[in-house]
């Protein structure tokens, strides 16, 4: 197991957790972190004995975006060091974005900045209800830029003109009807029930058809309906014939589980 200072990363029965973990600072950013959540995440997808991911934050907090001490020091980067500070960060929001397993967002509570980011990057997100979000870099005079491709699809232009501008704080109940998280938890034993009976419902999914979503998914944004069309034709006649397409049609004619199914998962920790 690799060893990390800035998260931790715990396999359990077929799901990672992956949890932020300077609580201190409320799991703010700093390069260190950036870079490790990076490799987590590449790992972790290229891990073929996971199937879901799970990220979260320690503490009361998920993530209050950039470190206060990281963001000072950027003041004097010149424009070079800016730019390869931005590509570092663009690689983790990519990495994620890339990965072919679901992403589970256990919201622990407030995100900033670029953990609204992070947020709008998990597949499915549940929050506990204190939780508050704020895409505060206008506050400081700055852009949400490297942010921006993943969370204007989450929640839209319009929502996205609003929030990106004011910098404003919105609470759960808003950032369930903008569509960035899907669900609220009252507290942090609500939240473990919800995520575990989510995590179930994936486990209880196909793994090759999750990724095989996932990727329909992106090339349903980037694609418009005539051109589209021949490559959807292609995925679900590939995907009827594949070993899993062929068991699941079998298990549910058969009335019984299909062979990746797995037994409950209710190992997740407080």
Known sequence: MTKYETITSE???????????RAQVHNAFNPQMISELTLEFAKQTNNSKIRVIVLTGAGKSFSAGADLVYMEASKDFTLNENQQDAVKLEKLFNTIYNSSKPV??????????????????????????????????????????????????????????R?????????????????LIHETAVDQADLNQKVTSLINHLLA??????????????????????????????????????????????????????KWKKDKWDRFKD
């Open 11 to 21: 396999e359990v029965d077929h799901v990672c957790i992956i949890t932020l973990n």
């Open 104 to 161: 589970v967002g256990r919201i622990n509570g407030a995100a900033f900045g670029g953990g609204v980011g992070l947020v709008s990057l998990c597949d499915i997100s549940i929050a506990i209800e204190r939780s508050i979000f704020a895409f505060s870099e206008v506050n400081l005079g700055i852009l949400p830029a490297v942010i921006s491709p993943y969370v204007i699809p989450k929640i839209g232009y319009s929502h996205a003109t």
């Open 163 to 179: 929030f990106f501008l004011t910098g404003e704080r919105f609470d759960t109940s808003i950032a369930l009807r903008i569509g």
């Open 205 to 258: 999914s196909g793994p090759v058809a999750m990724s095989q979503i996932k990727e329909m998914l992106k090339e349903n944004r980037t694609k418009d309906f005539e051109s589209i069309r021949p490559y959807l034709i292609e995925k679900i006649a590939h995907i009827r014939t594949s070993p899993e397409g062929k068991e699941g049609l079998k298990a549910f004619l058969e009335k019984r589980s299909a």
